[in-house]
Structures are given as C-alpha cells and as structure tokens.
C-alpha cells in the first residue's frame, strides 16, 4: 500500500486552490486561466487548453519551465503586448493567460485507426482555417447531423472554439469527434495512407459534385472563407468537386457548400 504523505496531500490542494483562484471569463464566457504558476499547473493536467498568450519579453526560470510544459502539450501559443492582456482580464495574470476549451480534443491517428479497426468507412471533414465561429459552428452542427466521424481543424488560424461557436452548433461541437492538429499536410497524406480519397470542395474544380464516388472513404476538405483551400493542400487531393453556380455571385457560404457536399456524402452511403 502506498500512503501520501500529508505534506504532498497539501501541496496538491494548494495547486488546486491556486488555479481556481486565477480562473476567470473572458468577455465572450470563455474560461480562462491566468498567471504563471496556475498555467503550468494547467498544462500538465487534463485541462483542455485552447491557446496561451504569452506578454512579449518574458524571462526567467519559471517562464523556460512554461515554455517546456507548453511545447510538451503542443499546446499553441503567441506572444503579445501586455496590452492584450489587459483587455483579456483585470485579474494578475502575471504575462500569461490561457484560454480553455470546452471541446475535448482527440488525437487525429488514433480516430482514424478506430474507425479502420472497425470497418467503419470514414468520412472525416477537414476544415482549413475556418475563421468565422458561426460558419464553425453550423458546419460542426451539419456534420453531426449527416453522420462525419471526425473534423480536423488546424490549431493556429482557425476560429476558436469558444462559447458562441457552440452555440452557433446548437451544442454539436460537445458530441462531434474534433482533432486539432498542427500540420494539416501531414494529415491529408495520413488520410491516404489508411485508403481514403481527398477530395477538396472548390469552385476551382472540374467535377461535379455529383459525380465523385463518395461511397469510398473520403477526406473532404472545405476551405476558409476568404482564400478558400491553401495551395499545399489542393497539390495533394485525388479530386477537385465544385458545385454548380448559376447566378452572377460565384461563390457560396462556406457552411451551406459544406452542408450540399455532407448530404451528397449521405445520399450516396443511403
């Protein structure tokens, strides 16, 4: 039997009582932690931890010791004037706060092992630096509904996952399988590794929508709202699917392409 000693008991109350004491909301509702200290407490518990803003100029022993914890949880992090940081809270935040996720994030490999361990065809949605939380939020909630096994965001450049986004998903981003990753090249070229098609929504493309075979596993990616997908990812789809545009504007909302080409998927896997 191994028996805590009191003094360790203590020491974990105290971490404990030290990050509550720093957590706060921010305008939107979002919690978030700050200082030093309680970030690091943070970090190396099973805090869904969102992004790190870090005041520029920080140093010193404790700040390497955050940095280390930071990189180990490949959690992402910016550096910021402290005015940032007032505006995020009134509180002591020490040069750093964090922002905590209500989404649980999984590992992107693990999901799609699971799913090919099962003989499930996957269907997963990659959404390339979505910016906007309504258009996140409506996707998520159109991919719950039309049977997505998992969305893949990027974990710099994408709108956060806050409050208001899953509220704008009617609660879907609490039930949807998300993986957050860092290079979002590496996960189109694992995608292709375990059999699936990447096919890329763009109005760039020379196929219908229509007319891709949808029944197979598919990777499908939808691009952000203002310069669509990137170029590295396009290079690397099997096929370019396009919807059809019959009035003068050219192009659609990035949440109802997404719903069309969801509900193809679904049409066709009946």
Do not use: W
């Amino acid at each position: 039997m191994i028996i805590k000693s009191s003094k360790n008991k203590q020491s974990t109350r105290d971490n404990a009582d030290k990050l509550s004491q720093r957590e706060r909301r921010s305008s939107s509702g979002q919690q978030m932690v700050c200082g030093m200290h309680p970030v690091i407490e943070a970090l190396r518990s099973d805090s869904q931890i969102d992004k790190i803003f870090v005041q520029t100029g920080l140093d010193g022993a404790l700040f390497q010791e955050l940095r280390t914890a930071m990189r180990e949880r490949g959690v992402p992090f910016q550096m910021v004037p402290v005015e940032k940081l007032n505006r995020l809270t009134s509180g002591n935040h020490q040069g750093v706060v964090a922002t905590i996720s209500p989404v649980r994030y999984h590992d992107y490999v693990d999901v799609v092992q699971s799913l090919v361990d099962k003989d499930v065809i996957p269907f997963i949605l990659l959404l390339d630096h979505i910016t906007d939380v309504r258009n996140m939020g409506a996707i998520v909630r159109t991919a719950e509904c039309a049977g997505v096994h998992a969305v893949v965001i990027p974990d710099h450049g994408s709108a956060q996952l806050n409050e208001d986004a899953i509220k704008a998903s009617s609660g879907a981003l609490l039930r949807m399988t998300i993986c957050r990753e860092s290079n979002l090249k590496t996960v189109v070229n694992l995608a292709r590794q375990y059999g699936l098609q990447v096919c890329a929504a763009t109005e760039k493309g020379a196929t219908s929508y229509l007319q891709v075979d949808f029944t197979k596993p598919t990777l499908l990616i939808m691009g952000s709202e203002d310069t669509g997908i990137s170029s590295d990812l396009l290079r690397l789809a099997d096929v370019r699917a396009a919807l059809p545009i019959l009035g003068d504007i050219q192009s659609l909302n990035v949440s109802v392409a997404a719903g069309v080409f969801m509900y193809e998927v679904l049409r066709q896997r009946g």
